[in-house]
DNA sequence: CGAACCCTTGATACGCTTCAACAAGAGTGG
DNA sequence: CCACTCTTGTTGAAGCGTATCAAGGGTTCG
């Protein structure tokens, strides 16, 4: 198993300067608001990103519109809560919302994040069940809330927008029987590599965290120490390098072969 | 922590027989496919189970049937592949099978497991992809497709057969969202602990398992070995009482506390 | 400047898996 | 009917993977 050899690698733990030169912080998240939380409005693009490819008619988005309500969220505020019931869909527009269980201790512990523009739970309003989760605003964001009662008779007079939100709780499905496969079959560091490889898009192989790292653990079900000590093992492994919030994947064949393993 | 008062309550090894005969299995499985395999037919109670409570028309029943396939599969046979293209929907009429994925070594890993009458895979057709894992059949069980193509005139037709699907891809993101939850946050007896709770309908607290233990280990993302260790525990603490195949809770008060802490 | 946060690192503990051995049916064929 | 094998579940010992706790350094901000 390659996993020992990246651990046996590490055992001689090397001089500090070393390390701390290739893992220095000189990387800010500060970029990662960089444009100001759009205004109150759904643009088309937001409707593109929300219902799917083949833009709805201007008709079906006009009357969308007018029965969605926008509403801000200011940082650390609660966007819904688990036993609260549920008679809209919930879109974030923009910015970042949490979705997890709020611990006794007014500690929020977050399961899964949504960046903005997606359905941030679009499966309780159909079951009469109140939401499964809470939900919590990562930063500031907005939000669109659809009331089921005025959805419905859209739904029958557009019957493809039902098609549009079917879709999107497929998508949703498969997102998330992933995660529960991961979770099953794979340990902590396949599924960072896991999360890695997915979200280096561009062949030059940078990922550019959008998050702090400690939400990233979160949402890899791992603590923020682990994570440090996974990507320290990468790195030390010569597969990535780690510049405060910027990691540069220098391997990714190596990477995919660590996931199959 | 009550676990480990729990474990501390094991740590002196009981004498072998005592032990023997509280978990002796006279209760055997054999009684778990009393019914034989039920005609190829849908009947109108499968219907009720996949579309939901108020009952279709007979009109859309009727062009539902026309539409969907019946199909027989022997214990073991695989019912599709991760990588093969989904055209279809695919509902399970009776007997039970199993989602998960082909290991190399033709060994069948089971993550989560449907018993009939209930939708299989509902999502992937949507979606162009092919399904996003491998369905092995557990045992005699009958299947029913139905070819997306010729559903979606039906669709159009009778918008209210796309709202049932909708809601049954809500019921199932709910469910995945609470397996992610307990995967994410509690530790195996929890889950354990969890799934004893949800089977214990009557409030008797008699649970008779439908399957193999080694199955619902799969289900619990623990090993078999595991499993048998956790009933032991949960047993030694006179909290459930094991016959083989029945287990019997005798404190869900008790259990419902552990499964909080 | 101190306070509050975030990340990192080390030491230690615990939960669960792995491997190996064995007991108890269930099915099979002589 | 008894030996034989195959499968399932149980138990023990050892080891791996990850969490937890504690400490320290780097930033940011009032």
């Known amino acids: 198993m390659e996993t020992t050899a990246i651990n046996a690698s590490l055992k001689p733990p090397e001089p500090k300067l070393a390390s701390r030169a290739l893992l220095r912080s000189d990387v800010s998240l500060s970029s990662r608001r960089t444009v100001p939380i759009a205004e109150l409005r759904v643009s088309a693009e937001h409707w593109l990103a929300l219902m799917g490819c083949p833009a709805l008619s201007p008709n079906e988005l006009q009357a969308l519109e007018a029965l969605g309500r926008c509403r801000r969220v200011a940082p650390t505020e609660l966007v819904f809560r688990k036993t609260q019931a549920t008679e809209q869909l919930v879109a974030v527009l923009d910015g970042v919302v949490g979705l997890g269980s709020m611990g006794a201790n007014q500690q929020f512990h977050l399961e899964r994040s949504v960046h903005g523009p997606a359905w941030l739970d679009l499966s309780s309003a159909w079951m009469g069940t109140g939401h499964g989760q809470d939900a919590q605003a990562m930063g500031p964001a907005v939000l669109l809330e659809i009331p089921l009662s005025g959805l419905r008779p859209l739904l029958q007079r557009w019957p493809d927008i039902t098609e549009r939100l079917l879709m999107a709780l497929a998508q949703t499905v498969q997102k998330l029987t992933g995660t529960t496969h991961d979770l099953m079959a794979k340990d902590a560091q396949k599924r960072l590599i896991t999360w890695l490889l997915s979200r280096a898009a561009a062949p030059d192989g940078d990922v550019a965290l959008r998050e702090r790292k400690r939400e990233l653990a979160a949402q890899l079900a791992i603590t923020p120490e682990t ?20 990691i540069k994947l220098l391997n990714a064949a190596a990477l995919r072969a660590l996931v199959q393993a």
């Open 227 to 246: 994570l440090s000590r996974l990507l320290r093992q990468l790195m030390s492994a010569g597969l990535i390098e780690v510049r405060g919030y910027s």
